[in-house]
Nanobody, 124 residues
Framework: QVQLVESGGGTAQAGGSLRLSCAAS??????NGWFRQAPGKEREFVAA????????NYADSVKGRFTISRDNVKNTVYLQMNNLKPEDTAVYYC???????????????????WGQGTQVTVSS
């Protein structure tokens, strides 16, 4: 059974930090991404990383503040979030792409597996 399980969410003050983890089991992925969905809004791309870790991409809204990384031995993907802002408040989802495609890393529909999400709340 393929699973993606997020952890590390919680509440932080503006300017603070949180680190999200996504533990994968059941298979490996050609690419992993983080997406988020705020109340009343569509799910949006946050960051993605290739299997080798050599390619990473970020949404403009988080560039310079968030860092995506992975540990292939542990089959885990991380999202280090620094200098958090209230507008970062959302449910964060981990996603995995089962096969390599030419679709953009930010393409939500190109990811085949999704976690259940973890809540991140940033207070001002």
């Amino acid at each position: 059974q393929v699973q993606l399980v997020e952890s590390g969410g919680g509440t932080a003050q503006a300017g603070g930090s949180l680190r999200l983890s996504c533990a994968a089991s059941g298979r490996t992925f050609s690419m992993n991404g983080w997406f988020r969905q705020a109340p009343g809004k569509e799910r949006e791309f946050v960051a993605a990383i290739s299997r080798s870790g050599g390619i990473a991409n970020y949404a403009d809204s988080v560039k310079g503040r968030f860092t995506i990384s992975r540990d292939n031995v542990k089959n885990t993907v991380y999202l280090q979030m620094n200098n958090l802002k209230p507008e970062d408040t959302a449910v964060y989802y981990c996603a995995g792409r089962a096969i390599s495609t030419i679709a953009p890393m930010a393409s939500l529909g190109s990811y085949h597996y999704w976690g259940q999400g973890t809540q991140v709340t940033v207070s001002s």
